[in-house]
C-alpha cells in the first residue's frame, strides 16, 4: 500500500439492537448509523421490536437502554448519527385530531405545569 493511504472497513449489523451491541467489544465502534423505528407507527411482525410498546414512556426506555449500548461500543472519537423524525401525528394530521393510523399517536396537549408533571411522576414512581 501507498504512503497515506487509509483502509478502512465496513460492517453492516441486522438483528436485535440490544442483542447485536452486547455481543461487540466497548470501545470496539466508530461509527453508528440508526434511524429507530417512531412509536405506535408501524409493525414489522417481528417480536419485542421497538416501537409497538403500550405507552410512549416505555417506548423511551427501550431506546435509551439502545443508546447505553452504543455508547459503550462506540470508541472515544466515534460518532453516532441518529434519525429521528417526528411522526407523532404524521399523515397530513395537523388540525389536533385522532390518528387515523394508530390512535395512541393522537395529539393531545398537556396543561400541567413543568412542575406539576414532576410530582405525578415521582409519585408515580415512588
Known amino acids: 500500500m501507498g504512503q497515506g493511504m487509509i483502509v478502512a472497513s465496513s460492517r453492516i449489523i441486522?438483528?436485535?439492537?440490544?442483542?447485536?451491541?452486547?455481543?461487540?467489544?466497548?470501545?470496539s465502534v466508530q461509527c453508528v448509523v440508526t434511524s429507530p423505528p417512531y412509536w405506535g407507527l408501524r409493525d414489522y411482525g417481528v417480536d419485542n421490536q421497538i416501537g409497538l410498546e403500550p405507552t410512549l414512556d416505555e417506548f423511551i426506555a427501550k431506546l435509551v437502554a439502545v443508546f447505553r449500548e452504543v455508547r459503550r461500543v462506540l470508541r472515544d472519537d466515534g460518532t453516532l448519527w441518529l434519525n429521528c423524525g417526528d411522526s407523532y401525528t404524521s399523515g397530513g394530521n395537523r388540525n389536533g385530531l385522532s390518528s387515523s393510523t394508530n390512535q395512541r399517536r393522537e395529539f393531545r396537549t398537556d396543561k400541567r405545569t413543568p412542575d406539576q408533571r414532576r410530582w405525578q411522576k415521582f409519585e408515580r414512581d415512588g
Open 14 to 27: 441486522v438483528g436485535n439492537a440490544i442483542e447485536s451491541l452486547k455481543g461487540l467489544g466497548a470501545a
